[in-house]
């Protein structure tokens, strides 16, 4: 999945460089909405073209590869962010796999039932609330930047209400599991067992609506490490919770189903003391009142699309258990695509704190005016994404003929696991470098651009092959891990080629509008409200900006915190919102 990571707001990537800082602090008229309040820069606009026009050492560096000292510096950096979020990663990946290890001990039916319960839940549940969770990651992480410390605490209260509310037809829908899998053929005896186990996951519905605003509330404060102590300790705490429900206790499949919701809540509970007893909250507490129930329009804008991405990469791989159980013997071909799927999740916390990493990179670069280095931080990520991607393959190779026995012993579903695991390495193969890709977008803001090529990809080319491989040609099981490698191949080709012929002037330009209300917020004394994007077409008298500016000024703080969700709502992703600079330079 594509969840970007933001830096401290110390970094360099949420100030403007001091010549940026020095043109913008001259215009502090507030804007009332993105169409009528375009006329702020305009005086300005010589300046930022002359400001902006790049230099020929600059357009040079944009075309040489990085030198040997620069990879490996830049591979430092990005390893201080990756390493700790890979860290997290295992940790929470564990915890999954050690619920499926469980299953496996319960039998073939269970862990059929099991993984098909979690798909359910993935595809109906999880996936929506965590891709709406991100979309309060932009908000809070621009509002720290510009040390709108309340816009931090506001936002976690609409986040929670957000997903509380969404959680109520999730519910409501996962009442109704068996009546939906029958519907769509599967077979009785196996969606009995996951509707046993979805309904006791019913509690992890509100769990998750409070954690993941909690854990990006964090994040977007450079507060990582508590999650990942956090993390341990509930993983400690769920293998003994495992045993005494499943085995003590003999609850069965319901007893993994609790042990996974009471995993969520020891997190949130442990994350809960740290943010109490630290007092990070202080500065940024809100007392819950009415004002949470406004101003929801900037939040769902980017809300909304972001789940929609997240749930794009999501389905697939659950869309993919749900035909497992049309083919010949579902119980094993749905309990193979089980495991191999936590195979995929395991190798997937590599490539996914990579992208992490690159994601902070390279935004940090843009917002210093670096676009040479952000350029350097894509190179050197997608080589290490290669390299990660082959290593996964020779890994799942290798233990083609092994990695099923740690979750099962039927000689089935061992059989088709041993010939699906180096199906699945081509596919990691590909995957690797998409997955860093999506971080380099996330970067540069570009985060539809990551969705359109993922829904070509996996539903236009990748879907029909699968379906095509599966049924048609008959190569049943393999044949839809087949159908994976055509969408991770195209993905990563077309991923490669819009990384390759970006333009990273545009980008810088694009971030500098962005990171206008950080400037216009944190050096002026008169608490000014951050600038709103750029107009090309406007203009308006010196004169007029101070008769403007006279009549406002009583307002402009109360107006503070609207006109940066504002900038922050901006969906313009291939064009910059400044003027742009007379010259121009794409990469290739």
């Known amino acids: 999945m594509c969840n970007p990571k933001p830096s401290s707001p110390n970094n360099s990537s949420f100030l403007p460089s001091t010549n940026y800082k020095t043109n913008f602090m001259t215009t502090t008229t507030p804007n009332k909405n993105l169409d009528n309040n375009n006329n702020n820069l305009n005086t300005h606009h010589h300046h930022n073209n002359n400001l902006l026009k790049p230099s020929d050492d600059q357009l040079a560096q944009l075309h040489r590869l990085p ?97 509380l509310t969404s959680s109520v037809p999730i519910s409501f829908m996962w009442l109704n599991m068996k009546r939906i899998l029958l519907w769509c053929g599967q077979d009785e005896e196996i969606s009995t067992v996951a509707q046993t186990f979805i309904l006791f996951s019913i509690p992890d519905l509100i769990f998750l609506s409070l954690l993941h605003p909690l854990r990006i509330y964090l994040r977007t404060q450079s507060i990582t490490l508590p999650l990942t102590y956090c993390s341990a300790l509930s993983v400690l705490l769920h293998v003994p919770l495992n045993f005494l429900l499943v085995v003590h206790f003999k609850m069965g499949i319901s007893g993994v189903a609790i042990a996974m919701v009471w995993f969520n809540l020891n997190v949130f509970l442990f994350l809960v003391s740290f943010v109490y007893f630290s007092g990070v909250y202080k500065d940024s507490w809100v007392s819950p009142s009415v004002d949470c129930l406004h101003g929801w329009t900037p939040l769902l804008s980017l809300a909304i699309p972001t789940c929609v991405s997240v749930c794009l990469e999501w389905w697939w791989y659950e869309f993919m258990i749900m035909l497992c159980g049309l083919l010949v013997n579902p119980k094993a071909t749905i309990a193979s695509m089980g495991i191999l799927i936590q195979t995929t999740s395991l190798v997937y916390v590599f490539p996914s704190s990579l ?27 997608l080589i290490c994404a290669v390299a990660l991607g082959v290593a996964a393959m020779v890994f799942t190779t290798l233990m083609r003929h092994k990695w099923g026995r740690f979750f099962t012993d039927d000689a089935e579903i061992l059989e088709l696991t041993a010939v699906a695991l180096p199906i699945v390495g081509l596919c990691e193969l590909g995957n ?89 917020s944190s050096s002026s004394s008169n608490s000014n409200p951050p600038l709103l994007p750029i107009s090309l077409s406007s203009s308006c008298s010196e004169d007029e900006e101070d008769d403007d500016m006279g009549r406002k000024n009583g307002s402009q703080s109360m107006k503070k915190i609207e006109n940066l969700e504002q900038i922050l709502c901006s969906n313009h992703e291939t064009h910059p919102l400044i003027p742009t600079p007379t010259k121009q330079t794409t990469v290739h």
Do not use: H
């Not at 390893?79 to 860290?87: L, N, Q, R, V």
């Not at 299953?103 to 993935?122: K, R, T």
């Not at 996330?442 to 879907?463: E, Q």
């Open 355 to 381: 992208s992490f990493g690159v994601s902070t990179r390279v935004g940090n670069e843009l917002g210093a005016n670096r676009p040479a280095k952000a350029r350097i931080s894509m190179i050197v990520s």
């Open 432 to 520: 690797c470098p998409q997955t860093t890709g999506c971080g380099v977008l996330r970067g540069s803001a570009r985060p539809t651009t990551g969705a359109n090529i993922n829904l070509g990809s996996f539903y236009l080319v990748g879907f029909p092959v699968a379906i095509l491989m599966g049924f048609v040609v008959k190569m049943g099981f393999a044949g839809l891990w087949i159908g994976l490698l055509a969408a991770q191949g195209t993905c990563a080709l077309m991923m490669i080629y819009v990384l390759c012929t970006t333009d990273w002037m545009v980008q810088v330009e694009r971030a500098m509008q962005l990171t206008m209300a950080s400037s216009s």
């Open 67 to 163: 030198t040997l000292s620069e990879a490996v510096e830049e591979m430092k950096e990005i390893g201080k962010i990756s390493g700790p979020t890979a860290i997290t990663g295992l940790l929470l990946y564990s915890r999954a796999m050690i619920s499926m290890l469980f299953l496996g001990y319960l039998g073939e039916l269970e862990l059929a039932g099991g993984s098909l319960s979690i798909g359910f839940a993935n595809i109906t549940g999880y996936s929506v609330l965590s891709g709406l969770a991100m979309g309060m990651e932009p908000i809070c992480g621009q509002a720290y930047g510009a040390k709108q410390w309340k816009l931090l605490g506001i936002t976690l209260q609409r986040t929670v209400l957000l997903l």
